[in-house]
């Protein structure tokens, strides 16, 4: 078979992506931030560090604004959306967290140094806390949050282009605060205006004179993206010439009131962040994100312990040798905060005290991997999450599979969907099933994709006069749910005014078996699927994403490359049924247990009858345990006497009656030790127990109860 590729340019599928070489830069920055506050040349040549760190390297911080903004602005700016604005929030929560913590931490040292003490007045103390930071390079992060809030509130008012304009004019004004106060200086008028400024703040580098700016640069190139730039590396040559120039001028001719602001900086940052956007490092260092922060925060500890050690160790007064000695240090004690306390957090694995389920991350991202793997280049996995994602918890899941990369997700409702959205998840949320209309506003404010399925629904949608994206749902051969796939049908759909059409999809009937009929089934579906969009092409529809497997589908048409696979029960670890061939095929493992407490245990003597009805009689004495989960909670009374057992170490525990609402009973009469309280394993081989249920694993999962506690490992 073959599948015809999309040729012609117009159909667009867009995805974001991380930008590598932004991110590998941050270890860059971080090494200069030390480098701004050790002078590494000092010892050699003092102009060396006014060329070099103290005017290039003032890039280093402004860079981090600018990533900042490329990632959390920028999307903000593109569409202030429910998701975006959470992602905000969330960042502004985590700054003060994480300020507030580094402020206990160098409390010690900036009460040594005098920057802060009991006996300050509060405005003194306001002003350190707000704008200077307790130590002299906390200020960043007091910048970046009120950055970020001055720069919310004026894309709330005014295109960017606007925004950046008026940024632009603080930056100028900061300034005239920093290295060219010298000027300020000149005109007596002006200088009481800064000498006001100075009431409020030491320096004009703040998050109202500095960071909004660069924040918004970073943002510009966010939307930017993609696009190219003419002459870019001849341009930031000359930005940094021109910085070096500007620094070295600066630094000769006038006194400076501080060092960190110059006419150049911004340009030399925004074209050095464009070169980084389109570096592709061939080498990736993973955790460059975290270190890059704990450099920034625990340098200054590993200034002071080289400066202590050069006292006593005379051959360590060397400015070089104390730079590289002082990002040494700092890099071991960042190993602290990344790689070990994070070990302390993780928690026991708790006890199950009547009956749960343990949900294993690890599994889940070792099963995410394993499925990426099958699939071709450039088709992305979407995770199908719905039904709480197949009884696993969506929002853990969900959260643990978009750290791994997942960036879209698919439910079944609305519900769902929303609760996904307030759990902070970012990604693209396609919602599979039916909306009331009434609840397009809902679909929109929560970002979603609603999935439209036939001419009706279609206007009924757009009669509420909401702008919704959706995904167009096409029946070709299942028979569920779905527009026919006829041109004609489809076309108005297109033309509606509140629609935005950004993707086409179908789901395959039987592509769960190979024999000839599922297979010539499934050919014929595909067949019309891709036939459709041909027409559609020519039609001039740009139709976006399209998907077509699932699972199954994925396995078992590898040869088939859509933009995305909606894959749902193998991300969870198991076959739908059991299936040896498939087993060997799929790297995957269960990520779901179901454990339940022993909570009774009798002997019955021979001829007894055992839980409800007169069908199991006891053939000779027998121990009997009562185990604490029943059919409310999700495990069917289908199972019953049907050879299904349970497990306890290696011990299998033939279950026995009917099971019951809240409890089951098994047989414990060839099993010589186990005590009250003792956890057992219900459902050990999910895809053996849904098959003697006469079900698949995917109802069985997502059917289990409510009630079951919930106990998640990473
Ligand atoms: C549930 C569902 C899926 C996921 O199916 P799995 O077999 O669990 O991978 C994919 N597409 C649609 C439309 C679904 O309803």
């Not at 992506?17 to 000092?42: C, E, K, S, Y």
């Not at 931490?105 to 103390?125: A, C, D, K, Q, R």
């Not at 026995?656 to 030790?673: K, Q, R």
């Amino acid at each position: 078979m073959t599948r015809r590729l999309k040729q012609k340019k117009m159909i667009s599928c867009p995805h974001m992506q991380r930008a590598n070489g932004v991110d590998q830069f941050r270890l860059t920055a971080a090494v200069m931030v030390i480098a701004i506050h050790t002078f590494p040349f000092a010892s050699f040549n003092g102009f060396l560090d006014q060329v070099i760190t103290l005017s290039i390297f003032r890039v280093a911080v402004p860079f981090f604004f600018m990533v900042t903004g490329y990632y959390l602005i920028g999307p903000y700016a593109e569409k202030p959306s429910y998701p975006k604005s959470w992602k905000i929030n969330r960042f502004l929560l985590s700054m003060l967290k994480l300020y507030l913590l580094i402020c206990i931490l160098y409390l010690p040292v900036s009460i040594y140094t005098g920057t802060v003490s009991f006996s300050m007045p509060l405005m003194e103390l306001a002003k350190v806390i707000i704008f200077d930071g307790v130590l002299y390079h906390l200020w960043y992060f007091p910048a970046v949050i009120l950055g970020v809030v001055i720069c919310r509130f004026l894309l709330q008012k005014a295109p960017i282009s606007l925004v950046l304009l008026g940024t632009s004019v603080l930056y100028l004004i900061g300034l005239g605060g920093d290295s060219y106060y010298y000027f300020i200086e000149l005109f007596s008028g002006i200088k009481v205006i800064y000498q006001l400024f100075f009431q409020l703040f030491d320096y004009t580098r703040n998050g109202l004179f500095f960071s909004p700016l660069f924040l918004i640069l970073g943002a510009k190139l966010y939307l930017k993206r993609g696009q190219q730039t003419k002459l870019l590396h001849a341009k930031m040559g000359f930005a940094f010439l021109g910085l070096a120039l500007e620094g070295t001028l600066l630094h000769a001719y006038t006194m400076m009131r501080h060092d960190s602001l110059y006419f150049t900086l911004p340009f030399v940052s925004y074209y050095l962040f464009q070169f980084l956007l389109k570096w592709q490092p061939k080498y990736r260092f993973f955790k460059a994100k975290e270190y890059s922060l704990w450099l920034y925060i625990l340098h200054p500890f590993s200034i002071m312990g080289v400066y202590f050690l050069a006292k006593l160790l005379p051959f360590l007064e060397n400015s070089l040798l104390q730079f590289f000695l002082t990002v040494l240090f700092t890099l071991v004690l960042s190993v602290i905060p990344i790689e070990v306390l994070p070990r302390f957090k993780k928690k026991k694995r708790q006890k199950i005290r009547r009956a749960g389920k343990e949900i294993d991350l690890a599994a889940l991202r070792g099963n995410y991997h394993s499925i990426k793997e099958l699939l071709p280049e450039k088709t992305k996995l979407m995770a199908v999450v719905k039904a709480d994602a197949y009884g696993h918890g969506a929002e853990a899941c969900s959260r643990q599979l978009e750290r791994e990369g997942v960036s879209f997700f698919a439910v079944a409702v609305l519900e769902e969907a929303i609760r996904l959205r307030k759990s902070g998840i970012q990604g693209e949320i396609l919602i599979l099933g039916y909306t009331s209309p009434e609840d397009s506003d809902q679909i929109a404010h929560y970002e979603l994709i609603q999935s439209i399925f036939s001419r009706e629904y279609a206007e009924a949608l757009n009669r509420r006069k909401v702008r919704l994206r959706c995904h167009l749902k096409i029946d070709t051969g299942m028979h569920r749910l779905g527009f026919t796939p006829d041109v004609q049908e489809i076309l108005p759909v297109y033309r509606m005014a509140y629609l935005d059409c950004e993707g086409i999809y179908s789901h395959l009937g039987s592509s769960d078996t190979l024999s000839a009929e599922g297979r010539g089934r499934t050919e014929q579906q595909i067949t019309v699927f891709d036939e459709l969009l041909g027409r559609l092409e020519e039609a001039s529809i740009n139709y976006g994403c399209t998907h077509l497997q699932s699972s199954y589908g994925v396995v078992n048409y590898p040869e088939l490359s859509y933009d995305y696979a909606r894959v749902g029960i193998f991300l969870y670890g198991v076959l739908s049924q059991p299936d040896k061939v498939l087993e060997t095929k799929l790297r995957i493992r269960p990520v779901l247990s179901v454990k339940a407490v022993l909570v009774s245990q009798r002997t019955v003597q021979a001829g007894e009858y055992i839980g409800y009805g007169t069908a199991n009689k006891t053939d000779r004495n027998r121990k009997i345990g009562t185990v604490a989960i029943g059919y409310a909670d999700g495990i069917p009374r289908q199972l019953s006497n049907t050879g299904y057992s349970l497990r306890y170490k290696d011990f299998s525990l033939p279950q026995i009656g009917l099971i019951c609402m809240d409890m089951l009973l098994v047989d414990l009469t060839d099993v010589p030790e186990i005590t009250l309280g003792a956890e057992i394993e219900i459902m050990e081989n999910c895809e053996d127990a849904a098959a003697k249920g006469a079900t698949i694993t995917n109802e069985l999962l997502s059917r289990l109860g409510g009630r079951l506690e919930n106990k998640t490992s990473c």
